[in-house]
């Protein structure tokens, strides 16, 4: 095993006011990891995020060597992200979203374990459990696409880039987010292009509580978003984006059949939003509007 890696913690965060504290909680609670700085950019929220990081016991805020960077205006998730890249220094870099809760005082490390015994390792990722404080259609819709993820992964490990990455330095020092969405398939891509190995760790499920009401329209907007591939990921690594993301559709009817039954009542919810998706797209409908997400994770 190598010697004990030095682990930079960066968490961008827009309008988290519920779930910030209970976050950095969780996370000053992990076992077997050095953090040697907590980078946190508060990027223009409106709620009373800042106040609630500024709230918590002093103590903490030390254990954590926390630093928070407040930006006036949001300015988006890439650049957030990017200013991460440039002030981390350590071996590692933990990108974890700020509606997450790590409910397991080892769930970091189970992160940062591939890269104690392999140096080619250079990205490891999770999904998370959905927690839903009040059942609504979208959110069931968003459980389901969850369900299909952890079955789609075992067929594509690209499918795994989704709760928190663990990034090594030798790929978070070097890389760049454009000003786009799906920021987790570019890092995979990226890592991949610098012949860096992935690890998706399926025993590790951080809660993602979705405490806010979803609206069908966000759910409809996202899975829009979601099904388009960036010009700036195809303009970057080519055609080899489409091939690294490619099911056969035989393969994934079985896996929707399956998962629908063990979960039809998030099965129905998911297929009446998708087909409402898949009529916007065809009407030409296409350009929907998005708000800033706290993490790009990859949606079915």
């Not at 980078?39 to 500024?54: A, E, F, K, P, Y």
């Not at 060597?65 to 957030?80: D, T, Y």
């Not at 409809?220 to 091939?243: A, C, D, W, Y």
Request: hydrophobic residues 40%.
């Amino acid at each position: 095993m190598n010697k004990r890696l030095k682990v930079s913690i960066g968490i961008p965060i827009y309008n988290e006011e519920e779930n910030i504290q209970n976050l950095l909680n969780s996370i000053a609670l992990q076992q077997e990891i050095d953090i040697v700085e907590t980078i946190i950019i508060n990027d223009g929220s409106t709620d009373n995020t800042l106040q609630r990081i500024m709230e918590l016991d002093t103590k903490l805020k030390q254990n954590l060597k926390m630093e928070v960077i407040n930006l006036e205006r949001n300015r988006g998730m890439a650049n957030a992200l990017n200013i991460i890249f440039n002030k981390a220094k350590g071996d590692l870099l933990l990108i974890i979203p700020s509606d997450l809760f790590l409910p397991n005082p080892k769930s970091l490390f189970k992160l940062i374990e591939p890269f104690l015994y392999d140096h080619e390792v250079g990205l490891t990722s999770c999904l998370y459990k959905i927690v839903l404080e009040k059942s609504d259609i979208a959110g069931l819709a968003y459980r389901f696409s969850s369900f299909l993820l952890k079955e789609m992964v075992k067929i594509k490990e690209v499918y795994g880039i989704g709760a928190v990455w663990a990034v090594s330095k030798d790929v978070y020092s070097k890389i760049t987010f454009p000003n786009t969405w799906r920021l987790d398939l570019y890092l995979y891509l990226f890592s991949k292009s610098l012949n860096k190995k992935f690890f998706f760790i399926r025993e590790l499920e951080p809660f993602f509580i979705l405490r806010r009401k979803n609206t069908i329209r966000t759910f409809i907007s996202r899975q829009m978003r979601s099904r388009s591939i960036p010009q700036t990921h195809l303009n970057k690594f080519g055609e080899s984006v489409k091939r690294e993301l490619e099911i056969p559709l035989q393969v994934l009817i079985s896996i929707m059949i399956h998962v629908f039954k063990k979960h039809p009542y998030e099965g129905i919810c998911w297929m009446l939003l998708k087909t409402i998706a898949y009529l916007y797209r065809k009407i030409g409908e296409s350009k929907v509007s998005y708000s800033w997400r706290k993490f790009e994770d990859i949606e079915v």
